[in-house]
């Protein structure tokens, strides 16, 4: 069974932990008990609990609301949800000031002590995702912008003068793989600059429409309100709100729902957003920086995408070329990925590629772009057996029928054993980040391409450890 969530019960009736351990077990979750309070902020930091299920009434010298206090003094990452007999609301209110999540008066209800369980569980998940916000830091020097054709140049410069302009509103188009996230965050980095402040101090927020379900899109982008669903038990904002004072990156909007469009068109014009189930509405100052690999002109003309939406974002847009319209930057870009791998897997000696293997890296045509490319010199390094990467560390796909479309060169689909063995982990690791490339990391089309399930597909990414 999935493990829902960590909870520690401190009680000091044995007969009340035992009941709410077996409830809270049955619905997934992991419990632990204690019936004293010796030793608890020790056993708390070995054990790592999401929440605690504190007794305010514990019997001895010390209660439920002075372990409250102790677990903040120690900062402890756990949301504290109070036990009481007592029926006024004197104790409740003094455990809400010390810090604690939420409370249940006992006799309890087991529905109502899930309820608050996970909603208390969603606060931990709140407070994880602000933290890796707040903790998080754009290393800029490993997103370069590596190339030295005059199409790069002019694009950087172009974008540099946009993003010191303030501009409010960018639209980013290229195809998949091209590096559109990665311009996005230097412009990010630029605008920030210009204003005095350091740019990994303020929000970055990336939202790839194409990974959100539709149930949740919206409630995930503008937030919601207690109540405004099913599962909504608290108040919670949403990617726009977290990146006030920041840029929202807004990945494939081409794909965005015909609904959301006409929302988001609003919030483009007077940058207020209304939470789910809220009567509100939120000023938010964020830029915003939208991408796509489609082309929203013929989106547009074949009713797919709204035309008032698309004049908006296009006013301020840029086109990232595709990797094979540059070829002058292939061998820059894979020296540049060499150095970082050679960190990454200890491959100090490791000095370049021969003059064949470079060769045959710029004559191909890169349909997954400078993502694919990447994901080829990682493959290359980890195989390497020598000071250079020869021919035969490239992967077979990039031979002579790699300029060919896949759909052609899949006529005769036959992998040749190299005579010193190959490790089928590596195998299936390295089609999965094909697949993924061309897919535009979209996992259902990635699945499709690799003759699998979905949900397949999602458990070897997992096994693997893939991003």
């Not at 405004?228 to 108040?235: G, L």
């Not at 009567?279 to 002109?297: G, H, P, S």
């Not at 003309?301 to 086109?319: G, I, N, P, Q």
């Not at 595709?322 to 200890?346: G, H, M, T, V």
Request: proline share 3%; hydrophobic share 40%.
């Amino acid at each position: 069974m999935k493990i829902n969530g960590r909870i520690f019960l401190l009680d000091d009736d044995e007969l009340i932990v035992t009941m709410l351990s077996r409830a809270l077990r049955n619905e997934g979750f992991e419990t632990h008990v204690q019936t004293s309070s010796d030793d608890i902020i020790k056993k708390m930091e070995a054990w790592h609990p999401n929440v605690i299920l504190l007794d305010i009434n514990l019997g001895e010298d010390r209660n439920g609301l002075d372990i409250l206090a102790e677990i903040k003094a120690n900062e402890l990452d756990v949301q504290v949800v109070m036990l009481t007999g007592d029926d006024t609301a004197e104790s409740a209110i003094k455990a809400m000031k010390i810090g604690a999540a939420d409370y249940l008066t006992k006799p309890f209800n087991i529905d109502e002590v899930i309820m608050v369980v996970k909603g208390a569980l969603e606060k931990v998940k709140l407070n994880d995702e602000v933290r890796y916000l707040r903790k998080s830091r754009m290393d800029y020097a490993h997103h370069e912008m590596v190339g030295e054709s005059q199409v790069l140049k002019d694009l950087i410069e172009n974008a540099k003068k946009i993003a010191t302009a303030g501009v409010p509103t960018i639209l980013i188009t290229g195809e998949s793989g091209t590096g559109k996230e990665v311009l996005a965050r230097y412009m990010h980095y630029w605008m920030h600059q210009e204003r005095g402040e350091n740019p990994e101090d303020v929000p970055y927020i990336a939202v790839n429409c194409t990974a959100l379900p539709d149930n949740l899109i919206e409630s995930e982008l503008f937030g919601h309100t207690k109540g405004a669903f099913t599962d909504a038990r608290m108040d919670k904002k949403g990617m726009f709100e977290l990146a006030d004072g920041g840029t929202i990156l807004l990945d494939e909007i081409g794909d965005m729902r015909a609904d959301l469009q006409s929302t988001f068109l609003r919030v483009l014009e007077n940058r207020k957003i209304r939470r789910l189930g809220g009567t509100v509405d939120l000023l938010v100052d964020v830029n915003v920086i939208a991408t796509t690999n489609r082309d929203l002109k013929e989106a547009v003309a074949v009713k797919d995408f709204r035309e008032d939406l698309f004049f908006r974002l296009s006013t301020f847009s840029m086109h990232l070329p595709p990797l094979r319209s540059r070829r002058e930057d292939i061998s820059l870009l894979a020296r540049y990925f060499l150095e970082n791998f050679k960190q990454k897997y200890a491959k100090k000696d490791l000095e370049g590629f021969t003059s064949e293997a470079e060769k045959r890296l710029i004559e191909y045509n890169w349909p997954g772009n400078v993502r694919e490319l990447k994901n080829v010199v990682e493959r290359c390094v980890v195989l390497a057996n020598s000071e250079l990467i020869s021919l035969e560390n490239v992967p077979l796909e990039l031979g002579a029928e790699g300029d060919l479309p896949f759909v052609e060169r899949r006529k005769n689909p036959r992998l040749i054993l190299p005579e010193e063995g190959i490790s089928l982990d590596d195998v299936e690791k390295d089609l999965i980040r094909q697949a993924m490339d061309r897919a535009g990391n979209n996992q259902t089309k990635a699945a499709k391409l690799l003759n699998m399930s979905y949900d397949t597909l999602r458990y070897q990414i997992k096994k693997y450890n893939l991003k």
